[in-house]
């Protein structure tokens, strides 16, 4: 996990700032022809507000050259910087995947000659050549989409060549997307019970019976901090998520709000979740465990013995080399014992947040709590898994009434 550089008051430095061994500052940068320039101060603030001003120039002076002139990358980087509202994680999402599939090929072509041919070739090229998931595809249209609206506007081109290509492309690849099946209440408590009882994996089941107990995001859950639990009233607020993203072989953390508004929320903490944090708390205590801090704040609940915390994606090789470890061995118990084996299917993190989900539906008809407890931002989305749970307890419902001979 990288750190961020700080200067010699503990002040975070940004991307491009540095401090040279005589304390003073420097922000190195490119200019638009790939030329490097340096920028030198005495101290931090006034090194910013050169920047500030080098950046108002720069936004300034793009529209006198932009007829003809603009490149892609040039449209994408003004369409970032006039948003100004966008979450961290977000944006570093944004920058990072069309820096790594767009800004070398089809980001340095002029936008007056981006035609609706060209978008469709290159996302097509991205799905069949490169072998990207369509939501990643879609991450780009993310970007390019209003990166040409905001042009459009502008009066800098007279359409947007992005409109409508990915509904095509969605139309022909809709397939392509991965369905989330909760688990089964049987598999749920397989899992965890096999989790607990191994030597090499128990490590995990503080997380995991958070997980499953409270149905929370993968990066709510790491950002989560002990002042966020109140024992006595017995709840759990969600106010930060962590993140990440990885630039030039190193990992970039960061702590920001929740996905949405609607993710800020006070979740009621459950026995077993209860039990589990009380236990991890005086474990930390015992061994005098101290968390690693991330943009100034410490005191993160799920971390390692040296206090550092997982990234999720090392947690879902975990959920995967578990689940592989508990099917063999669940497979040759089955044939011992001359019964139908409960093997584990292929899950993830967000698997267990829609398990979590499946159960409250099983067992909540009010909508809106659901809604509520998930941190939905539409109520379209808590409808569908309700609708999806239901429809399978009608199923089951028809199952149990046939087999106790109601209808004949």
């Known amino acids: ?40 101060a005495n101290d931090l603030l006034e090194l910013r507000a050169k920047e500030d001003e080098l950046e108002r120039e ?21 369409y970032l910087a006039t948003k100004y509202d966008l979450k961290i994680s977000t944006r570093l999402r944004y920058e990072r995947t069309y820096e790594a599939y ?100 128990k490590r995990w089941m503080p997380l995991f019976t958070f997980l499953f107990g409270t149905g929370c995001r993968i990066g709510e859950a790491l950002g989560l901090r002990w002042e966020d639990l109140d024992f006595e009233n017995k709840t759990i607020t969600i106010i930060h998520s962590l993140g990440y993203v990885q630039h030039n072989g190193s990992r970039e953390v960061f702590l920001s709000s929740p996905k949405t508004e609607a993710g800020k929320r006070t ?60 099917n063999a061995y669940e497979t040759v118990r089955a044939e011992q014992e001359e019964r139908a084996a409960v093997l584990l299917p292929y899950f993830t993190c967000h698997y267990i947040r829609h398990t979590f989900c499946t159960r409250l539906c099983e067992h909540e008809t009010n909508l809106k709590v659901i809604q509520s407890i998930m941190g939905h931002t539409s109520i379209k989305t808590t409808m569908d898994i309700y609708a999806e749970t239901t429809e399978k307890k009608k199923q089951e419902t028809f199952e149990t009434l046939q087999n106790n001979n109601v209808f004949f």
């Open 1 to 40: 996990m990288s750190k961020s550089r700080k200067d010699s008051k503990g002040r975070i430095l940004r991307k491009g700032e540095g401090q040279r061994k005589d304390k003073r500052y420097i922000y190195q940068y490119t200019d638009p022809n790939g030329k490097r320039h340096v920028l030198y």
């Open 102 to 201: 767009a800004m070398d090929n089809i980001g340095k072509r002029l936008i007056n000659d981006i035609k609706y041919s060209d978008i469709r070739f290159f996302y097509y090229t991205l799905l069949r050549e490169r072998n990207i998931k369509i939501g990643t595809v879609d991450s780009i249209h993310s970007v390019l989409h209003p990166a040409f609206q905001m042009a459009v506007r502008d009066d800098l081109i007279r359409n947007n060549p992005t409109d409508g290509v990915m509904a095509e492309v969605r139309k022909k690849h809709g397939n392509d997307a991965v369905v989330r099946h909760p688990l089964t209440i049987e598999q749920q408590r397989a899992f965890l019970s096999f989790t607990e009882k191994s030597y090499t994996w």
């Open 267 to 326: 979740i009621p903490m459950v026995d077993a979740v209860e039990k589990m944090l009380k236990n991890e708390r005086l474990k930390q205590q015992n061994n005098n465990i101290t968390s690693c801090t991330i943009d100034g704040f410490s005191g993160f609940v799920f971390v390692d013995k040296n206090g550092k915390i997982s990234c999720y994606q090392d947690i879902n090789k975990a959920i995967k080399r578990i689940s592989k470890a508990y």
């Open 58 to 78: 720069r936004l300034e002076g793009i529209k006198g050259y932009a007829r003809g002139k603009m490149t892609l990358n040039q449209l994408v980087e003004k």
